[in-house]
């Protein structure tokens, strides 16, 4: 198996324009996870589906945000419109119901936004 | 309000010594606890976790330890190594919301060779 697959590595954007992040979760995980990782905050939950359906939204910090899931193979997040203070390492982790193994997780995506 | 803390940033060790990396934790719901290792420019992975039923679970060179009484657990490394260098994070879950992964701020481990 590839792992979690994440697009694009790097994403440098002008304020004010979208931004969509995607996802490949692991073939059969039912859950997906989207963190954003910055210095000051550490690892933010963001959102996470189960069997394609989102289930907790609390950690999207507002209305500019915006997250899916389609299908059990691809999950998108967007950015619209996307500000400074939006730049952070993005990741996208994916796992079983049974927590024993804990998530995987992609390499994530670094978005800067100027 | 951080729930899960990681009050040393940083920690250096010699190779070959034991490294002891800490987590402390605020949420009495919390019952299962992991830490993630994560490499510069990669996703964090999956290294090791305990349920709060126990209080030390082992996995080749990476012990875990829980006291609950004192909302504490630590990670040792024995023998530690060059590769271990990374930002450790412990991460936990409730009980009420058992898919739901809260991590710590990381702890930068540099093992010396």
């Known amino acids: 198996d590839a792992g979690v697959i994440q697009s694009p590595r790097h994403e440098v954007t002008e304020m004010g324009q979208e931004v969509t992040l995607r996802c490949k979760p692991i073939?059969?995980?039912?859950?997906l996870f989207w963190y954003r990782q910055t210095m000051m905050r550490g690892l933010e939950l963001l959102i996470y589906?189960?069997?394609?359906?989102?289930?907790?939204d609390s950690g999207m910090p507002e209305d500019r945000f915006s997250a899916k899931m389609p299908n059990a193979s691809f999950s998108t997040l967007k950015i619209q419109p996307s500000e400074p203070r939006d730049s952070a390492v993005y990741f996208c982790?994916?796992?079983?119901?049974?927590?024993?193994?804990?998530?995987?997780f992609g390499s994530g995506t670094r978005l800067t936004v100027v | 309000d951080q729930q899960v803390k990681q009050n040393s940033p940083s920690l250096s060790v010699q190779e070959g010594r034991i490294s002891i990396l800490n987590c402390d934790y605020t949420?009495?719901?919390?019952?299962?606890f992991l830490w993630y290792k994560k490499y510069p420019a990669e996703g964090p992975t999956f290294l090791i976790s305990?349920?709060?039923?126990?209080d030390k679970n082992e996995d080749g060179r990476f012990t875990v330890f829980l006291n609950k009484s004192a909302k504490h657990l630590s990670l040792h490394i024995v023998p530690s190594q060059p590769g271990d260098s990374a930002v450790y994070f412990c991460?936990?879950?409730?009980?009420?919301?058992?898919?739901?992964?809260?991590f710590g701020p990381g702890t930068s481990l540099s093992v010396i060779p």
């Open positions: 982790a994916s796992s079983l119901r049974d927590r024993t193994y804990g998530y995987t």
């Open positions: 073939s059969g995980h039912d859950y």
């Open positions: 991460a936990a879950t409730p009980k009420t919301s058992y898919d739901k992964v809260i």
């Open positions: 305990i349920s709060s039923i126990k």
């Open positions: 589906f189960n069997n394609n359906v989102p289930i907790d």
């Open positions: 949420n009495s719901m919390f019952d299962y």
